[in-house]
C-alpha cells in the first residue's frame, strides 16, 4: 500500500497541530503551571486517539482541551 493512501496520514489535522504548538508555546512564556499542562496533555491524548481511530467524537475532544487551554491561558494574561 502508497503511503499516500494510508489511513493514518489522511487522518491529520494541520490546525489542531498548530494549535498544540501554539498552546504549548504559551503555557511556557505564560507559566501556565499544572492545570495548562493538564489541558495541553487531554488535547494531545484525543488527538492520538483521533490519528488511530479516525472519529469525529476524538477530534471535538481536542478542539475542546485548546478551547479550554486557551480560556486558561487567557485568564493567566489578564492577572500578569
Known amino acids: 500500500m ?3 493512501n ?3 496520514l489522511l487522518r491529520r489535522d494541520i490546525w489542531i497541530q ?3 504548538a501554539y498552546v504549548f508555546l504559551e503555557t511556557k512564556a505564560l507559566s501556565g503551571g499544572q492545570i495548562a499542562e493538564h489541558y ?3 488535547a494531545r491524548a484525543a ?3 483521533f490519528v488511530v481511530r ?3 467524537e476524538d477530534r471535538y475532544r ?3 482541551a485548546i478551547r479550554t487551554a486557551c480560556q486558561w491561558l487567557c485568564q493567566l494574561r ?3
Open 2 to 4: 502508497h503511503e499516500m
Open 6 to 8: 494510508s489511513p493514518r
Open 18 to 20: 498548530r494549535y498544540l
Open 40 to 42: 495541553l496533555k487531554c
Open 47 to 49: 488527538y492520538v486517539e
Open 54 to 56: 479516525g472519529k469525529p
Open 62 to 64: 481536542c478542539w475542546l
Open 78 to 80: 489578564r492577572t500578569k
